[in-house]
């Protein structure tokens, strides 16, 4: 046989052995990449959760630091900053002592009429406040015998209490003047002058004066008002020096 077919021959061979070999690469390289593929989207669903997971722990990191964190700041700030009760009641004393030392004021009045040589000091808002009657409040017990068709006795008691409870009977201002202390409201005003006074009780909200006949319940509901207004009336009740 010639070379140049001999050669050819081999070529021919080598070649459908180089095609067969270069199947077999193919195929496992398919493979391997179909390997490799499925562990690319192993790996990614793996990072994807760790990533979610992750998130999850910083999301409960941030919460928990939140729940600390926001009742410490607002616990410092509550701490540092100074109690207004406090703070009220200081102001309301040094009020009080700078209206007491003072010199009484003179004022003309809304609505109260004055008399002749009478002057008015202070003036405060306020109501004048009446215990009223709810009605009465109880039971009864018993017994109820029937006697006949259409008849039944009953024999027993009736227990029962009567129910006050406090009302505004009158808005209006409260004054002290140099003679009285007077209340001028929009349905009832009374006038007590000073020495007609037997006693004053003085509450967190108000005052009642009583001039022996009847006792006026005012409530002064302005905390200001109301201290000014007791500062005045301890001055002018002050017995002269």
């Not at 990072?47 to 998130?55: K, P, Q, R, T, Y």
């Not at 941030?62 to 900053?81: N, Y």
């Not at 004022?107 to 306020?126: C, D, H």
Request: charged fraction near 20%.
């Amino acid at each position: 046989m010639p070379a140049s077919s001999l050669w050819s021959s081999e070529c021919s061979t080598a070649e459908r052995g180089g095609d067969a070999t270069s199947t077999s690469a193919r195929v496992r390289l398919t493979r391997t990449g179909a390997r490799n593929t499925l562990a690319a989207r192993v790996a990614l669903e793996f990072l994807g959760l760790g990533a979610i997971h992750m998130a999850g722990g910083l999301a409960t990191l941030l919460t928990l630091g939140l729940m600390v964190g926001v009742p410490v700041a607002v616990w410092r700030a509550v701490k540092s900053k100074p109690k207004m009760s406090n703070v009220a009641g200081a102001e309301l004393a040094t009020l009080y002592s700078d209206t007491l030392a003072g010199e009484l004021p003179s004022i003309r009045p809304a609505s109260a009429i004055l008399k002749s040589g009478e002057t008015a000091y202070v003036e405060a808002s306020s109501m004048l406040m009446e215990s009223k009657s709810a009605g009465v409040v109880g039971g009864s017990r018993g017994v109820s015998v029937h006697v006949a068709k259409g008849l039944t006795l009953r024999a027993g008691a009736f227990r029962g209490h009567r129910v006050n409870h406090i009302v505004v009977a009158a808005r209006g201002h409260l004054l002290i003047t140099s003679q009285r202390v007077i209340f001028a409201g929009d349905r009832k005003s009374f006038a007590v002058p000073l020495d007609k006074l037997i006693n004053i009780t003085r509450y967190s909200n108000g005052f009642t004066f009583n001039d022996g006949s009847k006792s006026h319940n005012m409530m002064v509901p302005n905390v200001r008002e109301r201290t000014i207004f007791t500062a005045i009336l301890d001055r002018v009740l002050q017995p002269a020096a």
